[in-house]
């Protein structure tokens, strides 16, 4: 990172005492109280005890480039930007305040007798600089009222706290949280002034890993070395690499990123640690990981509202992208991460869209300093995850960027090309620790206590090299009582009578079971609620009051059973996560099934109490909780609790899948499919259900199931009644036909619909059979109709506020228009549609709307502004991530590239279009690209090749039925026999273009010559 300010003049051998006026940010610590109980102590116990507190002090200043200014009893004065400058020394001084704050209440924790407390303030503003003082000496570094109002605020901060003023406020407020204290009256300024508490600096955790007493970490040089290796090439060259950290449960994945984690934080330059991890319950939660990165980045909790949520993820993203309307799309994208919004309505973004989105905005976080982002326990990722993830490593270029996974080794087994063959991609393998290594970790956690030899020797051989093993091991030997503490080292009681476990769960149930029943109950609430749980939770669950359960918390915490996280992500609560995992696992094992039930319906109604109105963010945990709540009870045969239980399990499965067909399909498909299984035929919610289950399934692209689910929504709804339901289901039914190139069954039930629809009182359902009648009649080429039908559905649309519903149909009215000789009437509806679905952030319309004013310019004024304006299009979707509009749209342009005479691009469109659509199956898209590669070829003379294109589409054009493609395939294929001088087929084809047209009335050449208005409806 670069770093300004001048160093000193190294030429002159006398460095020149000089002063400068600089912007600086100013820290000022004090202990409180201190001066008051050191009348009574001996100096040299206060020598003693406050030697680790000035460590420490020292220690985070220069980590954080901080300069000591001077000490004045137990009070420090540091400067950040003097005397060398960084551009973020605002927040180096707040995150150094926080960090010693919280540094001396580790001191506390770690020696019960000393009770250090402190406060801490930081100011920043102007001040002169002295270059090359000589703070030993008692020269200053900076002077000027900044200095002093430090010293001013720090009198009156809350104890235990870091208060700052206004200008450290503005610099860092979207990096720090803060709270506004009341302002305060300083000596020599007339108006109070305005100060804020820090909280917490913004990096919080999933599960923040810091561990309460560390161990010394044994061995895995080369591991860590490598890892260090990749950070300063991502940091160095701008480059981003993945790597996979993969091993056994237990083998120290979690503990070598925690290790690499204290380098990262020690750099020189700051970087961005972002964490989040993939949730054990089964395959429920997709994204959760990357929603716990976003929280972290926008300072988010779980216990935020809505309306505050949202408001931190506009400010998160307003700092970072200056753009209004990406910020605009990014917060409707990103909203869904973190449950900030309900999902849209009628509206499925392509999850490319959702992927470019998420990318764009990493990408901002990693533009001004490295960023680290760990995905957390890969193996319990769902494939949409996995699939962002290497999305993410092979596009976002040029930025300093380490992606670090790790992973138990069955990811392998789901996902056998993981990171294979990336270029920037490296797989560590932990392998079990050594004998030796073992040894010396056994002997980190029980310092002088001599083993038996024999017991040594089975210890080693269970252990396998496995530090969780080894680790747990050792501290049930002082949990049974087996080793004591003395003084620093621990002996082995006499006699005592050493178990050797045969697992590591059996060592960990080994030490569960030394607890008193009401800690053990407390453990087993908390393993319910998952790897992270808080005060609140607990309190609810078991019914004390929040300090009892605290103090529990704690005492279990120091056997290393638990511990602290330091930054909560619940306002006001406590938050403990587990040690690790696998004590999690044990402790829910050891709960009678029985009382599972009732413990996974509070745990569940508690989060439901604590998400309130952003329950949707935590739909897919509460569906998991009342699923296994629903399952339990059924196994134990309690009929009677398990009516209340469906209602809840289903409400929330819908509600998971809503939130997952944004971005994942398959996944929002699988939510309803189990949502079903819950709704038997003739339930009041099956129908709507299906119809939603299908929808998913189209998305998905899985045509057939998406048939079968529409058909049944349709019996379902006529079956009660539901007119408009079944109605709607039929206008989506109509559309998978279509998809499946089945026009005429298509047009069919499109009729039928409407019908239905007309009966009823107009509605949406009715405004989207219209559109779609509308645009039905377009691509048939018959624009009176069109005409007729998109002016209905505008109509309807618009009365109804049906913004999306609107656009389209104006569209569909433009082209009509258009094509019935109204270019000025036509084009001003389509560039009407495309300000509109600008201004409403709607991707797919916007391309659409470009690709159409495109075909109209074209006509209006010539091939090469059309292209421009298809181009504009293709960016635009093509920065949005919308793969398949941006295709059709290519395919678009091969139609003014031919008219401007530009063959070669347009042969190498169509075979970047035909390679793509290849690999999806193969489509339209090939049609249309095979048929204008063939007018290439023709006009070039290169006829035996066109008529081997000709070969390949032609039959496909004739399935496909839409004039669109049809005539332009027809129209080449009787050029080409012409110049073959087949003159029989080449009136065959002609007549058959002319039957083709015979029902379309159209201004615009686009039934002769190449043309393609190929855009899906
Ligand atoms: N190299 C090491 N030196 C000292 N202690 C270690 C080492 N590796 C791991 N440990 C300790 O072993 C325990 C288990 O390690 P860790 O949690 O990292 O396992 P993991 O591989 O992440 O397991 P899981 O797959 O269950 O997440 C922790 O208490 C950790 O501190
Ligand atoms: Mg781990």
Redesign the pocket.
């Given at each position: 990172m670069a770093q300004s300010g001048d160093p000193p003049a190294l030429g002159s051998p006398f460095p020149e005492l000089k002063e400068e006026r600089k912007v600086v940010s100013i820290l000022c610590v004090d202990l409180v109280g201190f001066v008051a109980r050191s009348d009574q102590a001996d100096p040299e116990d206060i020598r003693t005890s406050l030697r680790p507190y000035y460590t420490c002090v020292r220690r985070e200043l220069v980590r954080w480039g901080g300069t000591v200014e001077k000490f004045i009893g137990d009070a420090v004065m540091a400067a950040f930007g003097a005397p060398l400058a960084h551009e973020d020394d605002a927040e180096r001084a707040v995150r150094a305040a926080l960090r010693i704050v919280q540094a001396v209440q580790e001191l506390n924790a770690a020696d019960p007798g000393r009770e250090l407390a402190l406060r801490a303030a930081v100011t920043t503003g102007e001040a002169v600089v002295a270059r090359g003082a000589r703070t030993v000496e008692g020269e200053g570094i900076a002077t000027g009222d900044v200095v002093s109002t430090a010293a001013r605020l720090q009198a009156i901060a809350p104890v235990g706290s870091v208060v700052v003023d206004e200008a450290t406020y503005r610099t860092t407020r979207h990096l720090v949280d803060y709270e506004a204290l009341a302002p305060v009256s300083v000596k020599e300024q007339v108006e109070p002034i305005h100060v804020w508490q820090a909280s917490a600096a913004r990096s919080r955790y999933g599960a923040d890993p810091a561990?309460a007493t560390p161990?010394?970490?044994?061995?895995?040089t080369h591991e860590l070395a490598l890892l260090k290796a990749l950070y300063a090439r991502a940091a160095r060259e701008g480059s981003v690499q993945l790597v996979t950290v993969a091993?056994e449960?237990?083998?120290?994945?979690?503990?070598l990123v925690r290790e690499f984690r204290a380098f990262v934080e020690w750099q020189p330059e700051l970087a961005r640690w972002r964490q989040g991890r993939c949730l054990p319950y089964g395959e429920g939660i997709a994204f959760w990981a990357l929603g716990e990165i976003v929280k972290s980045q926008a300072g988010i909790l779980e216990s935020d509202g809505p309306h505050e949520a949202s408001n931190k993820l506009a400010a998160a993203i307003g700092a970072i992208i200056e753009d209004p309307a990406e910020r605009d799309w990014l917060k409707t994208r990103l909203a869904l991460l973190v449950g900030a919004s309900a999902p849209g309505v009628g509206s499925v973004a392509e999850r490319s869209e959702s992927f470019a989105a998420w990318r764009r905005f990493l990408e901002a976080v990693a533009a001004d300093r490295p960023l680290v982002l760990v995905f957390e326990?890969v193996h319990w990722a769902g494939a949409a995850l996995l699939e962002f993830v290497e999305y993410l490593v092979d596009w976002a270029t040029g930025l300093p960027f380490l992606v670090v996974c790790?992973t138990?080794p069955e990811l392998f087994e789901r996902h056998p090309g993981w990171g294979g063959g990336k270029r920037d991609s490296t797989t560590v393998s932990l392998a079990p620790?050594s004998r030796e290594e073992t040894s010396r970790?056994i002997a980190a956690h029980l310092p002088g206590a001599e083993l038996p030899g024999e017991i040594q020797i089975a210890l080693l051989e269970r252990a396998g090299g496995n530090?969780?093993y080894a680790?747990e091991f050792a501290r049930m030997l002082a949990d049974r009582g087996i080793v004591e503490r003395r003084g620093q080292t621990m002996q082995v009681a006499a006699g005592a009578e050493i178990p050797i476990p045969e697992t590591v769960q059996a060592v960990i149930a080994a030490r569960l079971d030394t607890l008193p029943a009401e800690r053990k109950a407390l453990l087993h609430d908390a393993a319910v609620l998952g790897t992270v749980f808080w005060t609140g939770a607990l309190a609810f669950m078991s019914g004390l009051d929040e300090q009892a359960v605290e103090q529990g918390l704690r005492t279990v915490a120091r056997k290393e059973l638990l511990r602290p996280v330091r930054n909560s992500s619940v306002k006001g609560e406590a938050e403990y996560s587990f040690?690790?995992?696998?004590i999690r696992d044990v402790a829910y094992q050891q709960i009678p099934r029985a009382a599972r039930v009732r413990k996974h319906q509070t745990a569940a109604a508690w989060i439901e109490r604590l998400a309130g109105d952003r329950v949707i963010d935590h739909a897919d945990i509460l569906a998991h909780h009342y699923g296994q709540a629903l399952q339990l009870a059924k196994a134990a045969g309690l009929d009677d609790d398990t009516h209340e239980l469906e209602v809840r399990v289903r409400r929330f499965l819908i509600m998971a899948g809503d939130r997952a067909l944004e971005f994942d399909a398959r996944k929002a498909e699988a939510f309803y499919r189990q949502a079903l299984t819950l709704s038997p035929p003739r339930h009041p919610e099956r129908a709507g259900l299906l119809g939603k289950t299908a929808e998913a399934a189209l998305v998905g692209g899985r045509l057939s199931e998406a048939q079968r689910d529409f058909e049944e929504a349709i019996v379902e709804f006529r079956a009660q009644g539901e007119s408009l339901g079944a109605g709607e289901a039929m206008v989506r039914l109509a559309r998978t036909y279509w998809f499946r190139g089945e026009t005429d069954r298509k047009r069919a039930l499109l009729a039928q619909a409407i019908e239905l629809l007309e009966r009823e009182p107009p509605g949406r359902e009715l405004a989207l059979a219209y559109t779609h009648g509308a645009a039905d009649h377009m691509v048939a080429n018959r624009s009176p109709e069109c005409a007729v039908w998109s002016e209905k559905a505008l109509a309807l649309a618009q009365d109804l506020g049906l913004d999306a519903e609107a656009i389209r149909a104006r569209q569909l009215r433009g082209l009509a228009r258009c094509q019935l000789s109204d270019l000025v009437g036509g084009l001003a509806d389509l560039r009407e549609a495309l300000r509109l679905s600008l201004d409403l952030g709607l991707g797919n319309e916007t391309i659409r709307s470009y690709g159409n004013l495109g075909d109209w310019v074209w006509v209006a004024e010539g091939p090469a502004r059309g292209l421009d304006v298809k181009r504009a299009g293709i960016e635009f979707g093509e920065r949005r991530g919308l793969t398949l509009p941006v295709m059709w749209a290519k395919a678009e342009t091969l139609w003014p590239l031919f008219d401007l005479g530009q063959w070669d691009e347009l042969l190498r469109i169509a075979g970047d279009l035909i390679e793509w659509d290849r690999r999806q199956g193969g489509g339209q898209v090939t049609v249309v690209a095979l048929t204008y590669m063939a007018y290439v070829l023709v006009c070039r003379g290169e006829l035996s090749q066109a008529h081997g294109l000709a070969e390949e589409f032609l039959p496909r054009a004739r399935e496909i039925l839409d004039p669109q493609v049809l005539v332009p395939a027809v129209a080449v294929v009787s050029l080409i026999e012409h110049m073959r001088s087949n003159q029989v087929t080449t009136v065959r084809l002609i007549e058959e273009i002319e039957e083709i047209t015979r029902a379309t009335t159209t201004a615009r050449p686009a039934t002769s010559t190449p043309c393609s208005r190929a855009a899906p409806c």
């Open positions: 561990e161990s010394p970490f044994i061995g895995r091993g449960p237990g083998v120290g994945k979690s503990r326990d790790t138990r620790l970790l530090p969780l680790g040690r690790h995992l696998l």
